[in-house]
C-alpha cells in the first residue's frame, strides 16, 4: 500500500476528511500550520523566472496573480507553497519531524473542520470516537528553508 499525502480543505468537506484519516491507509498529512512557514518571495519568484529553467516564466505568471493578492490584501510580499510543501514531505521526509496517532475531524459546531490528534497518552476505555481508529504520520515541524530550496532547486532545473 502507498503512501497518501493529504492536503485538504477540511472545511469545505469535513466529513470526507474524516473518512480518510480513519480509514486505515498509510496516510501522511501536512497541515496549514506547516504550509504556511514555506514562502516564496518576490525575489524566489524572479530567480525562478530568470533560472533558464524550462517553465521558469510560467511558473513565474502563474504566481503572479497570488502574489499580487496576497500583497494588497495583508501587505504581505510572498506566496505559501501549501502543495509544494506537501510533495517535499514525500520527496524529503528528512525535512520534517512527524508523530503517528489517530486523527479526527470535527464535522458540526463552532470549530467544524478542526482535526485532532491523539498521540496515543491516554488509554481509551469504553466506546467513543476514538477507539479503533488507526494511527497516521502527522507532520509536527518543517525545516521551512531546506524545502524552500527543494522546490526552488526542482523548479529552476526543470
Not at 492536503?7 to 466529513?15: C, K, N, R, T, V
Not at 480518510?20 to 501522511?28: E, M, P, R, Y
Not at 506547516?34 to 524550462?54: M, W
Not at 513565474?60 to 501587505?75: E, M, N, P
Request: aromatic share 10%; proline share 4%; with cysteine.
Amino acid at each position: 500500500m502507498g503512501i497518501y499525502t493529504v492536503a485538504l480543505q477540511i472545511f469545505g468537506d469535513p466529513e470526507a476528511a474524516d473518512v480518510v484519516f480513519t480509514a486505515g491507509l498509510n496516510t501522511l498529512t501536512i497541515g496549514i500550520n506547516l504550509t504556511t512557514q514555506v514562502i516564496f518571495n518576490e525575489q524566489d519568484l524572479c530567480e525562478i523566472r530568470d533560472s533558464g529553467g524550462k517553465y521558469g516564466q510560467y511558473i513565474f505568471d502563474c504566481c503572479r496573480f497570488y502574489h499580487d493578492w496576497h500583497l494588497a490584501s495583508d501587505h504581505f510580499d510572498g506566496i505559501y507553497l501549501h502543495d509544494p510543501t506537501c510533495m517535499a514531505a514525500l520527496l524529503d521526509p528528512t525535512l520534517f519531524t512527524f508523530k503517528k496517532g489517530a486523527v479526527r475531524v470535527e464535522t458540526e459546531g463552532l470549530c467544524v473542520g478542526h482535526t485532532l490528534l491523539d498521540m496515543g497518552l491516554k488509554n481509551w476505555v469504553g466506546n467513543n470516537p476514538w477507539i479503533g481508529v488507526p494511527p497516521i504520520d502527522v507532520g509536527i515541524t518543517v525545516d521551512a528553508d531546506g524545502v524552500r530550496t527543494l522546490v526552488k532547486k526542482l523548479l529552476c532545473s526543470s
